[in-house]
T-cell receptor, first 117, second 113 residues
């Protein structure tokens, strides 16, 4: 079974600074997808960024980028120019590739990010 | 465009009571999921339905039953609620395929006293 581990329960960053959230995962698959989801106090789950394991290039979405290290099974999220609205829980998640029935998403335990003004 | 709609948003039950959480999506997704989120933790899969007419257990299925009523609707039933089932419940849906994004409902806060 796949497992996803987020070793930082809480992180803090100063507004406008950069912060990196860590994630490691365990899988025997060679093809898969990795995701970062944001959960603000509203509880809504918002997709931040997605990485395809067969792509060497790290995904970027505006101020959000990842450092994907496939051999190390590491998938960190970097937030640049942090804003107050970035304060939330962040979840790393894993999903097998392919069109197999029931491709469920496996989540890590989350990192609470606080942004200081 | 409503997306994934869950009802109710809040519910308080007494131990032993039963209830059904409703979920509907209007995006023509094949797959639907029920997750629970305990305080300070990530989401854990309870049950999923890969397609209409099929359901399968996830990581934490004990104490729950599900019904995939049609392609749009996927309900979660607690037959005899226990305090350990106090949690936030999320329904999600997606097209089939690993790259596909999951769309989540806004969650149901359930308290079992």
């Amino acid at each position: 079974a796949q497992t996803v581990t987020q070793s930082q329960p809480e992180m803090s960053v100063q507004e406008a600074e950069t912060v990196t959230l860590s994630c490691t995962y365990d899988t025997s698959e060679s093809d898969y997808y990795l995701f970062w989801y944001k959960q603000p106090p509203s509880r809504q789950m918002i997709l931040v960024i997605r990485q395809e394991a067969y792509k060497q290039q790290n995904a970027t979405e505006n101020r959000f980028s990842v450092n994907f290290q496939k051999a190390a099974k590491s998938f960190s999220l970097k937030i640049s120019d942090s804003q107050l609205g970035d304060a939330a829980m962040y979840f790393c998640a894993y999903r097998r590739a392919g069109n197999n029935a029931g491709n469920m998403l496996t989540f890590g335990g989350g990192t609470r990010l606080m942004v200081k003004p | 465009n409503a997306g994934v709609t869950q009802t109710p948003k809040f519910q308080v039950l007494k131990t032993g009571q039963s209830m059904t959480l409703q979920c509907a999506q209007d995006m023509n997704h094949n797959s639907m999921y029920w997750y629970r989120q305990d305080p300070g933790m990530g989401l854990r899969l309870i049950y999923y339905s890969a397609s209409e007419g099929t359901t399968d257990k996830g990581e934490v299925p004990n104490g729950y039953n599900v019904s995939r009523l049609n392609k749009r609707e996927f309900s979660l039933r607690l037959e005899s609620a226990a305090p350990s089932q106090t949690s936030v419940y999320f329904c999600a849906s997606s097209f089939t395929g690993g790259k596909e994004k999951l769309f989540f409902g806004s969650g149901t806060q359930l308290s079992v006293l």
